[in-house]
């Protein structure tokens, strides 16, 4: 699978804004997230076991992120009562959004929309407290990209560093 | 996001540390793809003999299994002993019963005093299970079962017939 996307929000620019359902009647925006370290976490997709496995790890990672003050957030195409299903499954304590009206608005602002899929790329944004791009990924659609480089980058983060008790 | 990922002093290994090839597994107790996992493992381990040294490094997923972190604990408690690697065989050959009941069940069989019981319990050993989890992160570890082969995050195939291939291919160079 040949990937056609380039990264929009080079690293140093503004991230673009958002404003999308986080649960069928609750929408975030990015603009409510100023102040604190943004990870942006596109995929493709609710159910698929590599997503799984990927979601459910940072599932698992919500003390290490707080630890930075960082939101983590998920982005994909599916609608909300499927994000509202899925986070229920999987126990998942944070927010999915649906990039699903236009569908795949957002992910093509990020230049991580993947047209011929109809689905976000699995790709990866840190931002820094003022909504600036610090670090970006994409990942071979199949592969799970883990953490560590979330990890890295937060800690690269201006004033971030010593952060490790 | 590579970095090269090494045995440690602390590391439950079978097989010599100075083996040309090392793999080392970060894995959970009660996550049924390391079960399939387990079988594979031993089939490798078998055909590779000292060639090969193999290493397990927890990496529970305590959200969503929840016996996991416990067993792990339990791993730990059994390897003051001596008894890890029968530990590590115990559970993932009754993945389905990891309750606390079960695991002070086959601590028993291992020869665990109730002390010790006691402490694998109150969480005595859920700092170094913490440590394995909190270097995998950082490793790059993603999912389980998380393989590395000399140092190497290895995303390929998993069973017996393409480890088997792979490791072979790495000896010959």
Redesign the interface.
Known sequence: MSTTSTLKPAIGQPAPQFDLPATPDQRLSLAQLRGKPVVLVFYPADWSPVCG??I??Y???LS?FQRYDAQIVGISVDGAWCHAAYSRD????FPLLADFEPKGEISRRYGVYLASEGVSERALFVLDEEGIVRWS?VSPIG???????I?DALDKLPGKSGRTA | ?S?LVALQDDDHVQGPRDAGLVLIEYGDFECPYCGEEYPEIKAVQQAMGDALCFAFRHFP????HPHAERAAEFAEAAATIGRFWEMHDLLYEHQRALDERSLVGYAGQLGFDTALIESALNGDFAARVQKDF?AG???????TPCLFLNGRRY?GANDRASLLQLLRDVAAG
């Open positions: 496995d990927q459910g790890l599932n698992e990672l290490e999987r126990n998942l304590h990924y592969i799970n990209p883990g953490a560590d480089g990890l | 996001m970095r997923l305590r959200q969503a909190s992160v950082r490793n790059g570890v993603n999912g995303d």
